[in-house]
């Protein structure tokens, strides 16, 4: 029998001569930053979803979609406690929809499967802003497609002020020293963006890519102020988790999660983030001359993590930091940022106790349909179907386990506060409003109340949002009345 020692180093000493650890120099590219549109300024927001094409490497086009670009969509600031009109033009010449992932909305504006916006159609919503500050997203939801279009480009970002995020002296100069970081995972051959397929084990693990993608842009560099950097990162990649850390392995500050800021900054000096998570960190450049935003490719299996330790990971730069001591320096880091009401004992208690777990079959013949090769509670996805009925304004606590790997689970139309995270008390820096969490083989208990309505015309979803996942049908759907 052949030794796995031997197995395992001759391995690590073939990664090591071939260099892969992607760490090699490459040329820069200064970062784009989504346009930002401001509610407050316009009466309506025409936002169209076109075919295009963008330059990922200079002098090479790509086929790909975007809203009001080339690629991905303008970053949408709204205000709490008014309405903003968008109006969302179909031209990419099939079926599409737009969910808004974080936003507390009724059903009929959520933009689930079920909104349907035809080719050559415009879907109009009004969006009443009931939420705390924080940063949401917009993205398709086609049952089938979600998967394809979110990679094609069909991404944005939404940013929600409200008073206590304008009182506080953080930094607020957009695309200077607060800057949105769409991250993504990408192949490319010969400087094109491959096209979306997947393999039967690429739907299993989800699709996993190779090149490191952030607003749109290869190896970007940004040059920031000396002083305090807000960083706003959202793992907008199909199915690939990350680890983020400071090239110098120095201490960064997270002070939001996906439903808002966190009660106080909390120390770190790495982040893992699932696909669909949004954390906000701060960065202090006052001392530093450049510095890179790194991450780690995480495997699908964390069994191949603790083995190899991190022998075969991929490690790529987000975003190289350079400081200008001539652009004004503004914001700081405050030592409050918010007051978060908890659930107490006494609601979980008197909580709606429901319990999902996600499964996967994997079955080669199921890939040619996907019907319930992916399922929750043993059922996969049907449109007809209701699976939940949740009354409105009442307690619910989800009790989630998953099988076979990891899954970041989303519920739609609320925010809610974790109980328990993979059976362990939540890390104080998951101790804030989260609408998307991971989950495994050990219970993780999220508690929450939801308040809007979503009819049977116009059901929530709760889903994985590894989004091979969710289009195979890893999801179902809930009713709040």
Same mark, same amino acid.
């Given at each position: 029998?052949?030794?796995t020692?031997y197995i395992?180093?001759?391995?690590v000493l073939?990664?090591?001569a071939?260099?892969c650890?992607?760490?090699t120099e490459?040329?820069k590219?200064?970062?784009?930053?989504?346009?930002?549109?401001?509610?407050?300024s316009?009466?309506e927001?025409?936002?169209?979803?076109?075919k295009s094409?963008?330059?990922?490497?200079?002098?090479?086009?790509?086929?790909?979609?975007?809203?009001?670009?080339s690629?991905?969509?303008p970053?949408?600031?709204?205000h709490?406690?008014?309405?903003?009109?968008l109006?969302?033009?179909n031209?990419i010449g099939q079926?599409?929809?737009i969910?808004?992932?974080g936003?507390?909305?009724?059903?009929?504006?959520?933009?689930?499967?079920q909104?349907?916006?035809?080719?050559g159609?415009s879907?109009k919503?009004?969006?009443?802003?009931?939420?705390?500050a924080?940063?949401?997203?917009?993205?398709?939801?086609?049952?089938?497609?979600t998967?394809e279009?979110?990679?094609a480009?069909?991404?944005?970002i939404y940013?929600?002020?409200?008073?206590?995020s304008?009182?506080?002296?953080?930094?607020?100069?957009?695309?200077?020293?607060d800057i949105?970081?769409?991250?993504?995972d990408?192949?490319f051959?010969n400087?094109?963006?491959?096209?979306?397929?997947?393999t039967h084990?690429q739907?299993?693990?989800?699709?996993?890519?190779?090149t490191?993608?952030v607003n749109g842009t290869?190896?970007?560099?940004?040059?920031?102020?000396?002083g305090?950097?807000?960083?706003?990162?959202?793992n907008?990649?199909?199915?690939?988790f990350?680890r983020?850390f400071l090239?110098?392995?120095?201490?960064?500050?997270?002070?939001a999660?996906?439903?808002?800021?966190?009660?106080?900054?909390v120390s770190?000096?790495?982040?893992i983030?699932?696909?669909?998570?949004r954390n906000e960190i701060m %960065? +202090?450049?006052?001392?530093i001359? =450049?510095?890179? @935003?790194m991450a780690?490719?995480?495997?699908?299996?964390p069994? $191949?993590q603790?083995f190899?330790?991190?022998w075969?990971?991929?490690?790529?730069s987000?975003?190289e930091l350079?400081?200008d001591e001539?652009i004004?320096?503004?914001?700081?880091?405050p030592e409050?940022?918010?007051?978060?009401?908890?659930?107490?004992?006494?609601? %979980? +208690?008197?909580?709606?106790?429901? =319990?999902?777990? @996600?499964?996967?079959?994997?079955?080669?013949?199921k890939?040619? $349909?996907?019907?319930?090769?992916?399922?929750?509670?043993g059922n996969?996805?049907?449109?007809?179907?209701?699976?939940e009925?949740?009354?409105l304004g009442e307690?619910?606590?989800?009790s989630?386990?998953a099988e076979?790997?990891?899954h970041?689970f989303h519920i739609?139309?609320v925010?809610?506060?974790?109980?328990r995270h993979?059976?362990?008390?939540?890390?104080?820096?998951?101790?804030?409003?989260?609408?998307?969490?991971?989950?495994?083989?050990?219970?993780?208990?999220?508690?929450?109340?939801f308040?809007?309505?979503?009819?049977?015309d116009a059901?929530?979803m709760?889903?994985c949002h590894i989004?091979?996942h969710e289009?195979?049908?890893?999801?179902g759907?809930?009713?709040v009345?």
């Amino acid at each position: 029998m052949v030794n796995t020692k031997y197995i395992v180093l001759l391995l690590v000493l073939l990664h090591l001569a071939s260099g892969c650890n992607n760490l090699t120099e490459a040329s820069k590219n200064p970062l784009k930053v989504p346009t930002l549109i401001d509610t407050a300024s316009k009466k309506e927001i025409q936002l169209v979803l076109k075919k295009s094409q963008h330059q990922f490497y200079p002098d090479i086009k790509s086929n790909t979609m975007g809203i009001n670009s080339s690629y991905l969509g303008p970053t949408i600031k709204l205000h709490k406690g008014t309405k903003a009109k968008l109006v969302f033009t179909n031209n990419i010449g099939q079926n599409t929809t737009i969910h808004g992932h974080g936003l507390h909305v009724s059903g009929d504006v959520d933009g689930g499967p079920q909104q349907v916006i035809k080719p050559g159609t415009s879907w109009k919503i009004e969006i009443p802003v009931a939420q705390e500050a924080g940063m949401s997203w917009y993205h398709p939801h086609l049952m089938g497609k979600t998967a394809e279009h979110v990679h094609a480009g069909l991404a944005g970002i939404y940013l929600i002020e409200d008073g206590n995020s304008k009182s506080l002296n953080l930094p607020k100069t957009y695309g200077i020293d607060d800057i949105p970081l769409i991250i993504q995972d990408r192949t490319f051959s010969n400087g094109k963006m491959r096209p979306y397929k997947v393999t039967h084990d690429q739907m299993m693990d989800g699709l996993r890519e190779d090149t490191l993608v952030v607003n749109g842009t290869i190896n970007p560099s940004h040059t920031a102020p000396k002083g305090w950097v807000r960083l706003r990162l959202l793992n907008g990649s199909n199915a690939r988790f990350y680890r983020f850390f400071l090239s110098n392995q120095s201490v960064f500050y997270k002070i939001a999660t996906e439903g808002g800021f966190l009660d106080s900054p909390v120390s770190m000096e790495e982040l893992i983030m699932a696909p669909g998570e949004r954390n906000e960190i701060m %960065v +202090d450049l006052s001392n530093i001359d =450049k510095i890179d @935003l790194m991450a780690e490719f995480l495997p699908a299996d964390p069994e $191949d993590q603790l083995f190899f330790m991190n022998w075969f990971n991929t490690t790529s730069s987000v975003l190289e930091l350079k400081t200008d001591e001539s652009i004004a320096s503004s914001g700081e880091l405050p030592e409050r940022l918010n007051k978060i009401k908890y659930f107490t004992n006494a609601d %979980v +208690d008197k909580a709606v106790v429901r =319990k999902f777990t @996600l499964e996967m079959d994997d079955d080669g013949e199921k890939i040619m $349909d996907m019907h319930n090769m992916f399922t929750i509670n043993g059922n996969s996805m049907e449109m007809s179907r209701i699976d939940e009925r949740v009354k409105l304004g009442e307690i619910e606590l989800w009790s989630i386990t998953a099988e076979m790997m990891p899954h970041p689970f989303h519920i739609h139309g609320v925010s809610f506060q974790i109980l328990r995270h993979n059976g362990k008390p939540p890390a104080e820096s998951d101790k804030g409003w989260k609408d998307t969490v991971v989950v495994s083989e050990e219970p993780t208990d999220v508690i929450m109340r939801f308040n809007h309505i979503a009819d049977e015309d116009a059901p929530y979803m709760y889903h994985c949002h590894i989004l091979e996942h969710e289009d195979g049908g890893m999801m179902g759907q809930f009713t709040v009345q």
